[in-house]
């Protein structure tokens, strides 16, 4: 099943509402943590984004400088339905791992989860790389026993800082106090800053 994580897998998820990742609004911890950001003029980037919840609540909250990637076009499309002012310049159908620019913020939602976990280390490679010196990684990631068949692939706290630390100062990383009640007890909130 693991070999099957394509663009095609995930919009067929989409397509059949197999979503059950997807809690319909941007994530409590993740809303909190924007609510104290005060640049407004900060580079974004949501990866694999899927319905982009985080990102819709980033616009209404006037950050202009937010971009979206996903190996599936329909959650794009779904992103710009609800926010038809949103640049379609700033919605990039295709692979993270080719992605090149340079970002202040990294939000990280289910994306990590999702990937086969022998592209942990290359994701946090990608992390780093995409980040400016002094950038953030911040999220959830799930705490959850880590399965080999298919997402959500868990993991636990000292599983994620050993992959992490050679890359980033890890600031926080730690229970979630304010996740949604099904998820409680289950995520870590995440700041790390690229090392």
């Not at 959850?144 to 890359?167: A, D, K, M, Q, V």
Request: charged content about 20%.
């Amino acid at each position: 099943m693991i070999e099957s994580l394509n663009e095609n897998y995930w919009t067929q998820r989409y397509e059949n509402n197999q979503v059950g990742w997807d809690i319909g609004h941007v994530s409590t911890p993740i809303k909190d943590y924007i609510d104290q950001l005060s640049n407004k003029d900060i580079r974004i980037l949501i990866p694999g984004a899927g319905n982009a919840y985080e990102a819709e609540y980033l616009w209404s909250q006037g950050f202009k400088n937010v971009w979206v990637i996903d190996l599936s076009k329909t959650p794009l499309q779904n992103l710009q339905s609800r926010i038809p002012d949103f640049p379609a310049s700033q919605l990039i159908h295709g692979n993270f791992f080719d992605h090149h620019s340079q970002y202040d913020l990294i939000i990280e939602q289910t994306f990590f989860c999702a990937l086969n976990p022998i592209m942990r280390t290359d994701y946090v490679a990608k992390m780093h790389e995409l980040l400016v010196n002094g950038g953030k990684l911040v999220g959830l990631m799930f705490k959850i026993p880590l399965n080999t068949t298919h997402p959500p692939f868990g993991g636990n706290e000292e599983r994620y800082r050993s992959i992490f630390s050679p890359y980033f100062k890890i600031e926080i990383m730690e229970e979630a106090h304010n996740s949604i009640p099904p998820r409680s007890g289950n995520e870590l909130f995440v700041k790390m800053v690229k090392a």
